[in-house]
């Protein structure tokens, strides 16, 4: 795995034993180092890497190397989409390196576990590991107060990613699936920072010290001497930061506690990190081959309506990509009507180009046949470049054959609290076939004598408005459990005897109306989402919260204690702020009031999944001890999850009791949620068409 491009001497590393002490040198020094951990009150620590950096877990995350014509870059922080984070499982890792505070004096520790590396270690490198695990987990502790975990870190999942890889690599390793002992200061950062100079989604190190640590304790840097090599110049600012962790842990866990957020953080927000690079070093097994015969047969289809739509045209050069080809083919060759100015925005455009944008093409949908074709063409084109022609770029090892793609999952990045995902979004993969035979997900598979598992909970969302709003109709509607749920909505907005009587269309209003209350969307976009005027819509709303005034109270009350308090809770009391709730101008404040009842609704659900999956991992994790492989969680799609394991129906069966008792019995109790939750288990050898209903 190492390879020579990096030679280390003992030249590189001049003057190292001023800075560092070698833990491994020989067996006692290891254990006096564990001592000396288990001693100290918080121990901060970060992986080094064997790259021609010696790059740490502090690089930054927007850092970017290679250029897009290059081979697959080596560099594992590069942002590109070659390069997938769980990168870091695979390549070398230099040594792990720990800062701890004893009797006022901070001493700071390298683990050397690069064997090119030229220090004298005749600890083991069993032991050495070993070592490591105990300190970062703090598993000499055992009866450890969870609101003090000891082990520091900037990232959990970086610095994590070569623990799990080792543990998960061999006879009697197991890698760890939940642990509640790392402080990460990124995503306590996250936690308590309303929104301020720290940048929304990075976190970058440095912008976290500016903002709670203050540059003036930043140390000037004059303890190398000028020619000191790049990797005692990284690991001399590895040392200098690991120390502003220490300092970083004090403020930021004050500011937890100030704020009421230990729970979440300790609890949920802790574990579910750590978790994330247990799933982020599985990875989901993938055939390039099946994503390439889609490919073949979607190029076919978007040839033959290209070819369709040329017929109508009289210019034998038509092409169908140049929008003004197609203004000029409908509006003047075939006379369809021009559009009025877009009904739904006031923007006015000030070339004389008709647009031919999605919207315009809907306006006119039924003015010709063309029409429908060229909106199938956008859609499916759409989809290629999306789904289908990005996805084998994120593959690792060979073509052909089953090889894995490892996507990286973020807690940082929505405000709402719901994790992310990217490299790809496998959250934003479509649900459905685009046609027969092409869905991108079924290129997602089980491996040999393996299957997929999925369990999903069943209308979340609606089913915390229910919780919340405590509206007698609505939670009576979850009570009568085997209606279809948007028809008896229907039926108490119309006020029909009988479900047979609610029609398709009046169904479609009530779905989209609760979805708009769910996810903050106002009259105007449901307007546009059912192609009705704005005034019919607000009529719409209208009619529902007559139905069920439970839901325009609560959500007066979820307005009115955001603007009191400029932010909204969470289930958990995880916290949103809406720093345009007070704003003076009407629509940012009705926009931030929208979002305030879209914020405790899906950041309860997000809080409700993660729960879950903190439950459903415990659980694997005494699975896996009992001396059983467990089945591995591989994908969070929203409200969804989604497992591998063998193919039997023992483990199946195993399995789906496990996830029904943590998701439907055990998240209920905790939460105290007042709605029944239903999950639907399904099992496939792909993640797509493959996937049916698992009935016992
Ligand atoms: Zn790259």
């Given at each position: 795995?190492?390879?020579?491009l990096?030679?280390?001497s ?19 020094s ?8 288990a ?7 970060t992986?080094?890497?064997s ?10 995350v927007?850092a ?18 070659k390069?997938?984070?769980s ?31 030229p220090f004298e270690?005749?600890?083991t490198?069993?032991?050495r ?23 520091v ?6 610095s994590i ?7 998960s ?10 642990s ?18 720290v ?6 190190f ?19 001497p000028?020619d ?18 220490l ?5 930021l ?6 704020q009421n ?17 247990s799933?982020?070093c ?8 099946r994503?390439?015969?889609m490919?073949?047969?979607l190029?076919?289809?978007?040839g033959?309506i ?25 509006f ?9 100015s ?8 000030k ?16 003015a ?12 499916l ?15 690792v090892?060979g ?12 807690t940082?990045?929505t405000?709402?609290?719901r ?36 369990v ?6 609606i ?69 009705v ?18 839901v ?10 955001a ?5 909204i ?25 929208r979002?305030?009842?879209n ?24 699975w896996?001890?009992?001396g059983?492989?467990?089945p591995?969680?591989?994908?969070q ?7 591998s ?25 905790d939460?105290r949620i007042?709605?029944?939750l239903l999950v ?17």
């Open positions: 795995m190492k390879s020579s990096f030679p280390y003992k030249a590189t590393f001049h003057g190292i034993e001023n800075h560092v002490l070698n833990a491994a040198a020989n067996p006692e290891l254990s006096e180092f564990l001592t000396i951990c001693s100290s009150s918080a121990v901060a620590f992986a080094i890497f790259d021609d950096y010696f790059s740490t877990a502090f690089v930054p927007t970017k190397f290679c250029t897009p014509k290059g081979d697959r870059c080596t560099r594992w922080w590069c942002t590109c989409n390069q997938s984070r990168s870091l499982a695979r390549i070398q890792v230099a040594a792990y390196l720990f800062t701890c505070e004893t009797g006022g004096k901070l001493s700071t520790f390298m683990v050397p576990i690069d064997p090119d590396l270690c005749s600890a490198l069993e032991d590991w070993d070592a490591i695990r105990k300190v970062i987990l703090s598993s000499d502790v055992p009866d450890l107060d969870p609101r003090k975990p000891k082990a870190t900037f990232s959990t999942i970086r990613l070569p623990l799990h890889s080792y543990f690599g061999g006879a009697g390793r197991q890698r760890q699936l939940i509640q002992s790392i402080f990460d200061i990124q995503l306590a950062s996250f936690l308590v920072v309303p929104n301020t100079a940048d929304e989604g990075t976190y970058e440095d912008e976290i010290w500016e903002h709670f640590g203050g540059v003036d304790e930043r140390k000037e840097k004059t303890g190398l000028l000191a090599s790049d990797e005692m110049r990284s690991l001399d600012e590895a040392i200098d930061n690991l120390r502003l962790c300092a970083l842990r004090s403020t866990s004050l500011k937890l506690k100030e957020l230990e729970d979440s953080f300790y609890q949920l927000e802790s574990p579910i990190a750590f978790l994330l690079a799933i982020e599985s990875g989901i097994g993938f055939l390039p081959t994503l390439t015969n490919e073949t047969r190029d076919e289809k978007i033959s290209a070819a369709i739509v040329q017929g109508f045209s009289s210019d034998p050069d038509f092409n169908i990509r140049s929008p003004r080809q197609i203004a000029k083919l409908l003047t060759d075939l006379n369809i009507p021009k559009p009025a877009n009904p739904y925005t006031s923007q006015k455009k070339t004389d180009q008709i647009s031919t944008g999605v919207e315009v093409l809907l306006s006119v949908k039924g010709h046949e063309v029409v429908p074709l060229l909106l199938e063409y956008r859609k084109n759409k989809v290629k470049t999306t789904y289908i022609s990005s996805l084998t770029s994120f593959c090892g073509a052909g054959d089953m090889t894995k793609i490892y996507p990286v999952w973020h940082l990045r405000r709402t609290g994790l992310s995902c990217s490299k790809p979004n496998m959250q934003n993969i479509p649900n459905k076939a685009i046609f027969e035979g092409v869905h991108p997900r079924d290129a997602f598979v089980a491996g040999k004598s393996e299957t997929l598992f999925s999903d909970y069943r209308q979340i969302e089913r915390i408005l229910a919780h919340f709003t405590q509206d007698h109709a609505l939670m009576k509607l979850f009570r009568d459990s085997e209606n279809d749920i948007y028809k008896s909505m229907s039926m108490r907005i119309t006020g029909k005897k009988s479900i047979s009587d609610v029609t398709g269309n009046e169904r479609a209003i009530a779905k989209q109306v609760v979805l708009a209350v769910v996810y903050g969307m106002g009259a105007p976009q449901v307007a546009k989402k059912l192609g005027e704005i005034s019919a819509a607000a009529t719409f709303f209208n009619n529902f919260f007559a139905g069920f005034p439970g325009r109270r609560w959500m007066q009350s979820v307005k009115r204690f603007v009191n308090n400029g932010y809770l969470t289930i958990t009391g995880r916290r949103r702020w809406l720093p345009d709730i007070r704003s003076e101008n009407r629509e940012k404040s009705a926009r931030a009031g979002q305030a009842v914020s405790v609704i899906q950041g309860s659900s997000a809080d409700l999944v993660k729960l879950a999956m903190i439950k459903v991992a415990s659980n694997l994790e005494m896996n001890n009992s059983e492989k467990a591995e969680l591989l994908l799609i929203h409200d969804e999850l989604v497992f394991l063998p193919e039997t129906r023992v483990h199946v069966e195993r399995l789906k009791k496990l996830v029904e008792r943590c998701l439907c019995l055990e998240v209920v109790r939460l007042q709605v029944a639907t288990c399904k099992v496939g050898k792909s993640f797509g068409d493959a996937m049916v209903d698992y009935i016992e």
